[in-house]
């Protein structure tokens, strides 16, 4: 039997439509805010958008598709047998069309702020004047960009790093049936996703999520950022996520799983419990 539905994949690309919403739309809007420059206030403006955006969503479809709203989360679970490559690959199909579709509702909800820019405007329109003498849609969509300063090398091992600590987050919370997480693993998890945006966004912009960081990428494209959306390291982005997600699977398959028997005890005691109620 096929372990996977339409709802599910409804909800995958439902929940990240709006996670990239919420994540890339808080990018934009803290730029605005900040326009002259970085600053820790737009970090942890961001790393909060995405870490309780993602814990938010993950309450809201859990019961319906598990809410991975990751195409590297999705990839552990085919990897440790917990989900068929036939429904993983609709999975991620699902997760990145919807990301493609909220970077659209994303350059839609501030296409005002470039709209009417001029050579002599604002400060908005100069953070947003291309190397063509054009300007593109405000603040590149929250575009993922390896940072001038960083090397390829750093951005996937960054990248890297993040998405292991995500997945073997979700892993231990959410998966492991002694996990003491129980409704509580969507709050782990949108925490070590806020983690992950503290540490890499100044330098990756922190994917940790290739749908996430496809999306803007696409849109970008077709709204006229230009060569700044294919720079050298946009690999980066959909290669060092699905190591990290592997690594994090067989962390946990080799070190932290309980093994069959016992796993089965503790669904048979879960059981007996509800049997119990």
Known sequence: MADWTFRQLAAEFMAMTLFVWIGTGAAVSASFWSVDGADAGKLITIAIAFGFGISVLAYGIGHISGGHINPAVTFAFVVLGEQCIVSGLL????????????????????????????????????????????????????????????????????????TFLLVITVLNSAVDPKSAAGNAAPIAIGWSVMLCHIILVPFTGCGINPARSFGPMIVGSIAGIGDAVWISGWWVYYTAPFVGAGVAAATYKFIFAEPAAAKEEVEAAKAEEVGDA
Not at 91 to 110: D, P, R
Not at 114 to 123: L, R, V, Y
Not at 127 to 155: H, I, K
């Open 91 to 162: 999975y991620m199909v699902s997760q990145f069309i919807g990301a493609i579709f909220g970077s659209f509702i994303v350059w839609g909800c501030f296409a005002s702020l470039t709209a009417e820019c001029s050579e002599s405007g604002d400060a908005v329109c100069a953070a947003n004047l291309q190397s063509d003498g054009s300007f593109g849609p405000a603040f590149n969509l929250g575009l993922n960009q390896v940072g001038p300063t960083v090397s390829n090398g750093c951005a996937f091992l960054l990248e890297m790093m993040g």
